[in-house]
T-cell receptor, first 112, second 114 residues
Framework: GDSVTQMEGPVTLSEEAFLTINCTYT??????LFWYVQYPGEGLQLLLK?????DKGSNKGFEATYRKETTSFHLEKGSVQVSDSAVYFC???????????FGSGTKLNVKP | KAGVTQTPRYLIKTRGQQVTLSCSPI?????VSWYQQTPGQGLQFLFE???????NKGNFPGRFSGRQFSNSRSEMNVSTLELGDSALYLC?????????????FGEGSWLTVV
């Protein structure tokens, strides 16, 4: 079945450091890939998405490229800020319906 | 444009009781899905409704049920509550479905079973 695996956290970085959160997936067909972010006490917010191979999603300085050959969708940011501290979820969805599969989440702590 | 609204935000129930959670989707969205979030199991899909019909269901026992009304608002019900049902229940809405369709989440309902 479809599934998402992302790196275990927490990840602790200093402000302005480079961020990478790894995400790999298993899916039949050609899924769409997403990154969602969850701030404390809140629901999930869409960060970025990509719907086909080699697409790059980007938002607020975050980027992720849909790599079909490595079944990966790693999240990157060149310079993190304290305000980026949150839990990040990688997710995929198939063509039909709105059944999303989420990774376990990676908590990011950014220290000033 | 108002987001997804979930009520109540917090509730405490006793084992054996039942609970009903409500979700109002973004205006114009016809699909509503529900997820359970726990520290141990992460985010797990419960079910999805579109035009008052359940289109897909996750691997949860029959104690978990839902429905959708003609105005797209949705409710989920959990009967005979167990301690393990303590979780954040998230509702998400979207226009319809299909490749690349994005779901938008509410802030969730925190359920504690004692």
């Amino acid at each position: 079945g479809d599934s998402v695996t992302q790196m275990e956290g927490p990840v602790t970085l200093s402000e302005e450091a480079f961020l990478t959160i790894n995400c790999t997936y298993t899916a039949t067909g050609y899924p769409s890939l997403f990154w969602y972010v969850q701030y404390p006490g809140e629901g999930l917010q869409l960060l970025l998405k990509a719907t086909k191979a080699d697409d790059k999603g980007s938002n607020k300085g975050f980027e992720a490229t849909y790599r079909k050959e490595t079944t990966s969708f790693h999240l990157e940011k060149g310079s993190v800020q304290v305000s980026d501290s949150a839990v990040y979820f990688c997710a995929l969805s198939g063509y039909n319906f709105n059944k999303f599969y989420f990774g376990s989440g990676t908590k990011l702590n950014v220290k000033p | 444009k108002a987001g997804v609204t979930q009520t109540p935000r917090y509730l405490i129930k006793t084992r054996g009781q039942q609970v009903t959670l409500s979700c109002s989707p973004i205006s114009g969205h016809r699909s509503v899905s529900w997820y359970q979030q726990t520290p141990g199991q992460g985010l797990q899909f419960l079910f999805e409704y579109f035009s008052e019909t359940q289109r897909n269901k996750g691997n949860f026992p029959g104690r978990f049920s839902g429905r959708q009304f003609s105005n797209s608002r949705s409710e989920m019900n959990v009967s005979t509550l167990e301690l393990g049902d303590s979780a954040l229940y998230l509702c998400a809405s979207s226009w319809a479905g299909g490749l690349g369709n994005t779901i938008y989440f509410g802030e969730g309902s925190w359920l504690t079973v004692v």
